[in-house]
T-cell receptor, first 113, second 115 residues
Framework: GESVGLHLPTLSVQEGDNSIINCAYS??????FIWYKQESGKGPQFIID?????DKRQGQRVTVLLNKTVKHLSLQIAATQPGDSAVYFC????????????FGQGTTLQVKP | ETGVTQTPRHLVMGMTNKKSLKCEQH?????MYWYKQSAKKPLELMFV???????ENNSVPSRFSPECPNSSHLFLHLHTLQPEDSALYLC??????????????FGEGSRLTVL
């Protein structure tokens, strides 16, 4: 079956450092990837997306990198802040174009002051 | 602030009760979704509605019954649930399903506990 995995369930970083959250996906046919952030007690919130014809996309303090050769996706957060503490999910489209997203299990980012 | 509002935020029910979860979106979207979020498991898609029509039922047990009276409202009717159904139920919307449906806007969820 199709699956999206994250390498680490928990990542702890010092405030001000850069964070890198990794995700491995299994379906080489996926052509669209999204990162979501879920803070405690809230629903997931869109952060950034990337299409398979790109290998890098930058947002405000966040960068997503896509390596299709090894089916790897990463989210980089620059100058991590306490407000970045949350669970981060990657999602892929899989082999269908019906709008169904396949979500990974999530990585909890803890920011130490 | 969220454009997707879910009520109630918390619900405790017995296995013989009947209850409903409500979702309302104020974003002008045409697609609405129900997801189940259990501890240590990925988000599970349950149902998709596009322009009020159900387009996806991800093998969900019949004790969960969705209803979408219009593009702004979505309900999940619950009856004779099991303790393993305890989870966070998330509603989401998107401009439409299909290719435009990948960028989802989620509500804050309804935390359901089945005793």
């Amino acid at each position: 079956g199709e699956s999206v995995g994250l390498h680490l369930p928990t990542l702890s970083v010092q405030e001000g450092d850069n964070s890198i959250i990794n995700c491995a996906y299994s379906n080489s046919a996926s052509d669209y990837f999204i990162w979501y952030k879920q803070e405690s007690g809230k629903g997931p919130q869109f952060i950034i997306d990337i299409r398979s014809n790109m290998d890098k996309r930058q947002g405000q303090r966040v960068t997503v990198l896509l390596n299709k050769t090894v089916k790897h996706l990463s989210l980089q957060i620059a100058a991590t802040q306490p407000g970045d503490s949350a669970v981060y999910f990657c999602a892929e489209t899989g082999s269908s174009n019906t709008g169904k997203l396949i979500f990974g299990q999530g990585t909890t980012l803890q920011v130490k002051p | 602030e969220t454009g997707v509002t879910q009520t109630p935020r918390h619900l405790v029910m017995g296995m013989t009760n009947k209850k409903s979860l409500k979702c309302e979106q104020h974003l002008g979207h045409n697609a609405m979704y129900w997801y189940k979020q259990s501890a240590k498991k990925p988000l599970e898609l349950m149902f998709v509605y596009n322009f009020k029509e159900q387009t996806e039922n991800n093998s969900v047990p019949s004790r969960f019954s969705p209803e979408c009276p219009n593009s702004s409202h979505l309900f999940l009717h619950l009856h004779t649930l099991q303790p393993e159904d305890s989870a966070l139920y998330l509603c989401a919307s998107s401009p439409s399903a299909g290719l435009a449906g990948f960028k989802l806007f989620f509500g804050e969820g309804s935390r359901l506990t089945v005793l």
